[in-house]
Nanobody
Framework: QVQLLESGGGYLQAWGSLILSCAAS????????LAWYRQSPGNQRELIAR???????TYVYSLNGRFTISRDDAKNTVYLQMNSLKPDDTAVYYC????????????WGRGTQVSVSS
């Protein structure tokens, strides 16, 4: 069993920056594709970005270059650098991991709240 724990969320004013982290814990696993999603009130959870094991990054949601996903496999951690935050970025941010433990399983973190005021 693998657990994902997000951190780094908070409350801040528009145009500020945050770095979200998501650390995976467990035994006998390796991480494949990692991703960040977000869900704002009344909306469905949406994919923001993903990064493959080889480091290939895909940004699905139009962010105009404001967000950057990265990973540190030595620490089993994925990051989301968020710059120039806007009130529309207010949401719960979730990390998602495809993990190899013999087979490939998918895990979700519990989410971290990001609130941006104008």
């Amino acid at each position: 069993q693998v657990q994902l724990l997000e951190s780094g969320g908070g409350y801040l004013q528009a145009w500020g920056s945050l770095i979200l982290s998501c650390a995976a814990s467990g035994t006998g696993f390796s991480m494949n594709t990692l991703a960040w999603y977000r869900q704002s009130p009344g909306n469905q959870r949406e994919l923001i970005a993903r990064i493959t094991r080889a480091g290939r990054k895909t940004y699905v949601y139009s962010l105009n270059g404001r967000f950057t996903i990265s990973r540190d496999d030595a620490k089993n951690t994925v990051y989301l650098q968020m710059n120039s935050l806007k009130p529309d970025d207010t949401a719960v941010y979730y990390c998602n991991a495809n993990v190899v433990q013999g087979l490939i399983d998918e895990y979700w973190g519990r989410g971290t709240q990001v609130s941006v005021s104008s």
